[in-house]
């Protein structure tokens, strides 16, 4: 399916994005999806998948890139920036409206990963999503990041990290790097055997530079997406796997959901849901399903 290019401004930024349009036709005005994938990736990768499965579906989709990644403009370049990201997924579902076919009262979220944690602040700050689906959604707080990283204390250094890296940018216009995956560098935040991103036939595209500010620390280690479970007033879906990340912070996110919601636990690893079958068209059937009800 080759995606027609589109761009849109955020702030004055502009943002590159693929739309894909139903492959088969559809009753129209129709609805249309904001889909989101990991933290540091680009449309290319995993958004891709699923933006491409919703359009066989009957769905305008749209995966871009945010600012400061990919073909978008904006610096600091790969920022991992939550608060931004959320944001630009309400401008995302704006430019969704005004286009020309796309049901503006019937546009829904879709987030891979941390993209799931940025899709539900964002419905729950005003993006106007009227239905919104989790894939194998990374949903952290405080406490899950503790256990994850080995103790407040070493999530505390990080941040600090992060904000010495911030200061640096400030005074100097510097921006510190790391391989956002490696094998060799003990920095990299995904350290160690992240197959998905380090492999060219899989998630290690030519657009994705592999490349993580180190001034995202501070940014990321204090967004808290498990908070916001209560203010979301959309029907919301989660596809997790005991298997894949931290399946603790979907429970704890789905014990402070009020709004309409399901929860289906599948099988397979994390980075199975970015590319892998049978996760992705299993995770993509019951998205298609959930947005055919509640869009």
């Known amino acids: 399916m080759r995606p027609e290019k589109v761009t849109f401004t955020s702030g004055g930024t502009k943002l590159v994005g693929n739309l894909y349009r139903p492959t088969a036709a559809v009753a129209a005005p129709a609805p249309a999806v904001v889909v989101t994938g990991t933290w540091t990736s680009v449309k290319e990768q995993m958004a891709a998948r699923y933006a491409a499965g919703l359009a066989a579906a009957g769905y305008t989709a749209l995966a871009f890139d945010f600012s400061g990644s990919g073909e978008s403009d904006g610096t600091p370049r790969d920022w991992e920036n939550p608060a931004g990201k959320v944001a630009e997924i309400a401008v995302a579902a704006d430019f969704l409206r005004s286009l020309p076919g796309v049901a503006a009262d019937r546009i829904g979220g879709l987030g ?21 689906a989790m894939i194998a959604p990374w ?37 510190d790097y790391v391989p956002t995956a ?16 380090l492999d060219s036939s899989r998630g290690a595209v030519p657009q994705w530079p592999n490349r993580f500010a180190v001034l995202s620390w501070a940014d990321w280690l204090t967004f808290d997406p498990i908070a916001v479970a209560p203010e979301v007033t959309v029907p919301t879906l989660l596809v997790h796997s005991r298997e894949a990340a931290i399946p603790e912070g979907v429970e704890r996110f789905h014990a402070g959901l009020t709004a309409p919601n399901e929860l ?21 059937d019951l998205a298609a399903a959930h947005f055919g009800r509640t869009l």
Request: glycine fraction near 14%; aromatic fraction near 12%; charged fraction near 20%.
């Open 182 to 197: 490696s094998t060799e560098d003990e920095r990299s935040p995904m350290y160690g055997n992240f197959d998905y991103y």
């Open 139 to 175: 949903l952290h707080n405080a406490e899950v990041l503790a256990g994850l990283y080995g103790g407040a204390e070493v999530v505390a250094g990080l941040i600090a990290r992060g904000e010495a890296a911030a200061e640096k940018y400030r005074q100097t216009g510097e921006v």
């Open 112 to 132: 891979v990963c941390a993209g799931a944690g940025y899709t539900a602040v964002a419905s729950a700050r005003g993006a106007g999503f009227r239905s919104q």
């Open 264 to 284: 289906h636990w599948l099988t397979g690893g994390q980075f199975d849901f970015y590319d892998n079958e049978p996760s992705v068209t299993a995770a993509l």
